[in-house]
């Protein structure tokens, strides 16, 4: 730090932020991480990782988030659990506003993730990361030989059909209208698979539930408001998601979604703003993918502060 000006500082604490704080600690660049409120992010809310390396026995989210951090502040990472508002990237240094105060820094590392779109029904919230989840590939293997639902009608939700094919015992895939954002070849391969029952015009209103965990929802048909019962110990939800990039204001360019748009290796469109992990992500979506970006991000972060003579 020169002048009151940090070499970096990263926003968000989820794997790409612990990851790219643990590689720029060990770099010397005495990062400054802004956790946010919700420090972790969204391993925060799961019991079971069982697919990051390491781990034999599985760990919990919020463990493996533990260790994340505890890594990086050994090296000297720099940890505020503070939200940041705003930023400026119209000049340097680049400008970050957290509670009211301003910090400046030379690079900036955004890993602010994104966040899975739930349907918002009744019975819901007690059942996230339980019989509910946003993710297959996460959370499809412990629901082995039961019967699932699947949410939507778009690739996500044909992909997350059919992937669970290879646990579930049969995949019921319920989407609100008879007609799809899901490509053609993605669709048929759902319809055509033994496993796979399509329901379109049924939309969940409120998920069944008791001790054990996960046991139907109540479905309406949008057409005349008619109601039916579907017994199911998992449902997974794959209506999209939503990257959290509001508090930039446009300071990056972003997709028309919101996904911040990577210009060269992990650099975004302005030169010294870096970016990692789910916020850049719509494809993986993953602890350990958001962790290889984070170490990329550090990484080119290291090397622009070099040539940048910071
Ligand atoms: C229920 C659930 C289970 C999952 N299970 C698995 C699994 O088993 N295996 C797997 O590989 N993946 C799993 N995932 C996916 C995985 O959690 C994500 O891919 C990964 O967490 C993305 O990491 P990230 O660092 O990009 O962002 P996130 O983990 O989303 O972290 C973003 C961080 O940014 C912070 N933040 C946001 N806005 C601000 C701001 N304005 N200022 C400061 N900080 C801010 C948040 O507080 C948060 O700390 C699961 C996801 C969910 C929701």
């Known amino acids: 730090m020169t002048d009151g000006i940090r070499d970096l500082i990263i926003i968000g604490s989820g794997p790409a932020g ?17 956790a946010g409120y919700m420090s972790g ?53 680049f400008k970050v506003v957290v509670e009211g ?3 400046l820094s030379h690079s900036i590392v955004i890993c602010t993730g994104a966040e899975a779109i739930w349907l918002g029904v009744e019975g819901e919230d007690a059942q996230k990361g339980r019989g509910i989840s946003t993710c297959a590939t996460c959370d499809g293997a412990f629901f082995k030989d039961e019967e699932v639902l699947v949410i939507g009608g778009g690739d996500s939700a044909m992909e997350e059909a ?3 094919t290879r646990f579930a015992s049969k995949v019921t895939i319920l989407h609100r209208r008879d007609t799809w954002r899901a490509s053609k070849v993605m669709l048929d391969r759902a319809r055509t698979h033994e496993k796979i029952e399509i329901r379109p015009f049924r939309q969940v209103v409120e998920w069944l539930s008791d001790d054990s965990g996960l046991t139907g929802a ?12 579907i017994s199911s110990t998992g449902a997974f939800i794959a209506i999209g998601h939503k990257p959290i990039t509001a508090f930039l204001e446009g300071q990056v360019e972003t997709d028309e979604e919101g996904y911040i748009l990577h210009k ?20 993986y979506r993953q602890a350990i993918t958001a962790a290889g970006m984070g170490c990329q991000a550090a990484m080119d972060a290291e090397r622009w502060l070099e040539d940048n003579q910071h």
Request: proline share 6%; no cysteine.
């Open 218 to 229: 109540v479905l309406e048909d949008p057409r005349d408001g008619s109601r039916e019962e």
């Open 264 to 283: 060269e290796h992990s650099m975004t469109s302005v030169a010294g703003v870096f970016a990692a992990g789910d916020v850049v992500d719509t494809r």
């Open 41 to 93: 992010g969204q391993l925060m809310l799961t019991s079971d990782v069982e697919n990051f390396p390491g781990y034999p026995s599985g760990v919990t989210g919020p463990e493996m988030m533990m260790h994340l951090r505890e890594q990086a502040e050994r090296f000297g990472l720099e940890v505020e659990d503070k939200n940041v508002e705003s930023v400026d990237f119209s000049g340097r240094p």
């Open 101 to 103: 105060e301003t910090f």
């Open 162 to 164: 059919t992937f669970l």
């Open 18 to 34: 612990y990851t790219a704080g643990l590689y720029s600690a060990r770099a010397m660049l005495k990062p400054l991480m802004f």
